[in-house]
Every structure is written in structure tokens, then in C-alpha cells.
């Protein structure tokens, strides 16, 4: 219980004191005009008010990730809280702020934009095909995993294929219609039920002094299993996730000022890892050990620990308020998920989306698409997932390194995580089954070598754009203000 509840501590202070160091390195311009007024079109470009702009980017991250991703965690025992205390203040949070601070610096761009602006144009064409490819299995997999709870929930009364349709309807209007309209409503609501259900399971298994396992050496995670690669592949959101980096332009679209920043995009980060440390410590705690744990997982994976946790903690009506919440998680990440699809094919064919038509031209190959591959099996699609997922956090770590190098401010704190999960990226690739598979020792070889490589070529291009002064931000002096 100690390492848990100093964990969670942690995670707090973090925000208010390296958040702060974070915002100070990158520099608030308290008066530049926002994207939300300098580009306002009534479908994507909206202002919108910190609190909602903040539960929308929470809703948008936090997917089954911080969930699903630490109950398969548990299974390394307290290792994973080291990880989602350290990834999530000096990685993800870091990660999550520069993406949505650049992006409001350069007109709301979506990552492959600025990766071509940043790391040269040789990136536009794969850094786009990688987030559209990313965004896709992350919408199909929020399709089939909410559906799955809703089926588990109401006892198998409604056909599985039926909530598959209903979800995808909603994901439709979602992905079509200004943001303001279903997304700035309905996701107030659907954060409350969110936070009520987390909060209600941690405060569980505190009042009920539920045996949380302690972090020590002899206890630091079960049967030597492999923490490196693995672990920064199985955790990923609620400690660091290249899935951020694609939504948060969206709010970088509809945030008032850049002081708001450091609240939306550093916070809600923390917020999420606050998440994951509470369904990781019940996962360790509640089912006799990591023998019980592992049988429950075999025999009803991810969404059969959230049932019986949420039973467990809050009782029958509780219980099914918390399911509640770990189902709106994917629904409202599988929307923004489709939405920024579109938002950056839009962008890669200079396609304006003011009319409902052209949007409608991109949304409809998108959804067709992800029919065929809700077909697949969803533990292949999974898999693909978590690695493309820190993939393309890598690259948006490099950008903002990119873009504080040229800045001349300190950026090792994005470098630094940038480069760890580097190695990682490409180690695991090279052992994975769904990669080349070759030997562990091999793909640890390959790991640091393409790292030194791949570091040497980033040198070479952040000196060529520092002595070209390759543009920060978009100049808005030429475009008009809506205030």
C-alpha cells in the first residue's frame, strides 16, 4: 500500500513541479493568438473552455490503455509502478505538452506535418501513412473492446453484432460533425463517469486495505520475466503512448490560450497515469497473487479483471457505474481516433473539411476499412498496435527535441526519452514474433546500433535547420482574427 498511495504522490507533485520546469523550458506566449480563433471554420477550429478542453483530451487519450495495459502490467509485479511513475512524468506528460504546444504554434497540425516540418521532408509520406495506419487499428480495437464489456454487461441480452453497429453509427457522427456538437456535449459526461469510477476503485482498495504488494528487490517482478523490452510495450498508456501525439491537435485546435497548456495536455497525462496506477495495484492485489491473476486473464483477459474488480470494490450498482467508465474510455478514444484519421488525410491531400461532403469522401473508406479489419484476430491486431503505437512516440519525442534544439532550450527532455524508447522500438521489433525474430542478444546488438545511427542523422539535420532558422511557428500576422 505505501509504494501505491507514494506513487500516486508522486505522480501529483510531478505535475506541479517538473510540469511546471517543462512549461518554463518551451516558453508560454500568454499573447499569441491561438489556432481556435485564428482558424476558426465551426467544425474543427472552436474555442472551448478549459475544463471542457481538459476532459476532452483525458477521453481522448485514455482509451482501454490505461486500463487493459496495466492489468497485463501486473503480471511483472511492482516494477510497473516504477514505469508508470517515471514514463509518465519525464515521457508521456513531456510528450503529450510539446506535441500540443507545437501543434498550437503551427496552425493545429497533426504530428506527420510537423515530423515533416521538423525532420525533414523525406518523413511526410511515412510518418502519414504510420498515423493513418495507427489510428485505424486503434478505432478498430475500440470497436470490438467497448462492444465486448457492453455484451459482458448486459449478459449477452443484446447480439455482440448489434453494439459493434451501434458504436460504429456513433463513431460516424463523431467523426463528421464539429466537434462542439457531440464531443464538446456528450464528453463532460462521460469524464465524470470516468473519474467517479477510478476514484471509487482506488478509495476501495485503500479503505480496504486491499494487499497491494510493496516494491523491493526481492519482489520486483514475478518469474524473471523479461522487464526490458516488454513492459514499455505492454504499459503504454498511463506511462508514454505515440496514440497521444495523433489527438492532442485536436485540442491544440480548440484551446483559448497557451497557458492552458501545461493543465490539458501535461495534466490530463498525469490524470491518466493516476488511472493506470489504480487498475494496476487492484490487478496485483485482488486475485491470490500473480498465479490467480494469470488465470483469470487466460480465461476472460482484460475485461473479465475489470468486472470482477469493479464488483469486488463497489458492489453490484457500483460495480456496474465502473464498467461503466472503462467502456466509455474506448468509445471516446475510437471517435477522436477516426476524427484525426481524417483530419490528417485531409491535411496530406490539402483537402479543406468545412462541407460535410468532403469530409464524407475521407470518412467513408476510413469506416469501410475498419469493417474488414474488425474480422482479424483481435490479439494480432493488438500486438501490431503496441509496437507502431511507441513508434510513433519516438518520432513525436524527436520532434519536440527537434524543435527545442533549434529553439536553443534544453532539449534533452525529450531527447532523453525519445532515445530509450528508440532502443526499445527497434529491439523489440527485431526479437518479436511479429517482427524479424532473431535472437534476444542480436536484436539488443541491432537495438543500440540503429539508436547511434539514427541519433547521428537527428544531429545532422537539428544543425542544418538551427543554421537555416528553420521557422518555429506559423506567422499569423497575415491571417484573420476571429476574437
Known amino acids: 500500500m505505501i509504494t501505491f498511495l507514494a506513487s500516486i504522490a508522486l505522480l501529483i507533485i510531478g505535475y506541479f513541479t517538473y510540469g511546471k520546469y517543462v512549461e518554463k523550458v518551451f516558453g508560454v506566449k500568454e499573447e499569441r493568438t491561438t489556432p481556435a480563433y485564428v482558424n476558426a471554420d465551426g467544425v474543427d477550429y472552436i474555442p472551448m473552455s478549459t475544463k471542457k478542453n481538459s476532459l476532452i483530451q483525458l477521453l481522448n487519450i485514455a482509451g482501454t490503455g490505461p486500463v487493459f495495459g496495466p492489468i497485463m502490467g501486473a503480471l511483472y509485479g511492482p516494477v510497473a509502478f516504477i514505469w508508470i511513475v517515471v514514463g509518465c512524468i519525464f515521457a508521456g506528460a513531456v510528450h503529450d505538452y510539446l506535441t500540443g504546444m507545437i501543434s498550437i504554434r503551427n496552425k493545429g497540425a497533426h504530428l506527420p506535418e510537423l515530423a515533416t516540418k521538423f525532420l525533414g521532408k523525406a518523413m511526410k509520406h511515412v510518418v502519414n501513412a504510420f498515423a493513418v495506419l495507427l489510428l485505424l487499428l486503434v478505432g478498430t480495437v475500440f470497436v470490438s473492446t467497448p462492444a465486448s464489456l457492453l455484451n459482458l454487461l448486459l449478459d449477452g441480452k443484446v447480439a455482440l453484432g448489434i453494439l459493434i453497429a451501434a458504436i460504429f453509427i456513433y463513431y460516424i457522427l463523431a467523426t463528421l460533425l ?19 469510477s477510478a476514484v471509487g476503485i482506488g478509495i476501495g482498495l485503500v479503505v480496504k486495505g486491499a494487499p497491494i504488494p510493496e ?162 484476430d483481435f490479439n494480432i491486431l493488438w500486438r501490431y498496435f503496441s509496437w507502431a503505437n511507441q513508434a510513433t512516440a519516438v518520432i513525436a519525442l524527436f520532434v519536440g527535441a527537434m524543435y527545442l534544439y533549434i529553439a536553443r532550450k534544453n532539449y534533452w527532455i525529450s531527447l532523453i526519452p525519445g532515445t530509450f524508447m528508440l532502443t526499445m522500438v527497434i529491439t523489440y521489433i527485431l526479437n518479436a514474433q511479429i517482427g524479424f525474430r532473431l535472437p534476444m542478444d542480436i536484436s539488443w546488438y541491432g537495438g543500440f546500433a540503429g539508436t547511434v545511427v539514427l541519433l547521428v542523422l537527428f544531429f545532422r539535420q537539428a544543425r542544418k535547420a538551427r543554421a537555416a532558422n528553420l521557422p518555429l511557428e506559423v506567422d499569423i500576422s497575415n491571417y484573420n482574427r476571429v476574437a
Open 178 to 196: 464539429p466537434v462542439d456538437k457531440i464531443i464538446g456535449r456528450l464528453y463532460p459526461w462521460f469524464g465524470a463517469i470516468l473519474l467517479i
Open 215 to 376: 516494491l523491493s528487490l526481492s519482489n520486483f517482478h514475478p518469474d524473471n520475466a523479461p522487464i526490458f523490452p516488454l513492459l514499455f510495450f505492454t504499459i503504454t498508456c498511463g506511462a508514454l503512448s505515440g496514440f497521444h501525439a495523433t489527438q492532442t491537435p485536436i485540442i491544440s485546435r480548440t484551446t483559448q490560450k497557451e497557458s492552458q497548456g501545461r493543465k490539458i495536455f501535461y495534466g490530463m497525462m498525469i490524470a491518466e497515469g493516476i488511472i493506470a496506477m489504480i487498475w494496476a495495484a487492484a490487478a496485483m492485489s485482488l486475485f491470490d497473487g500473480y498465479g490467480g491473476l494469470q488465470e483469470l486473464l487466460a480465461a476472460g483477459g482484460p475485461g473479465a479483471i475489470v468486472s470482477e474488480v469493479s464488483t469486488l470494490m463497489l458492489g453490484a450498482i457500483g460495480g456496474t457505474l465502473a464498467v461503466l467508465g472503462v467502456i466509455v474510455l474506448p468509445i471516446t478514444s475510437g471517435d477522436t481516433a477516426f476524427r484525426s484519421a481524417r483530419m490528417i488525410i485531409a491535411e496530406y491531400i490539402n483537402l479543406a473539411q468545412k462541407k460535410i461532403s468532403s469530409r464524407l469522401w475521407i470518412a467513408i473508406p476510413l469506416f469501410a476499412i475498419s469493417v474488414v479489419l474488425t474480422q482479424i
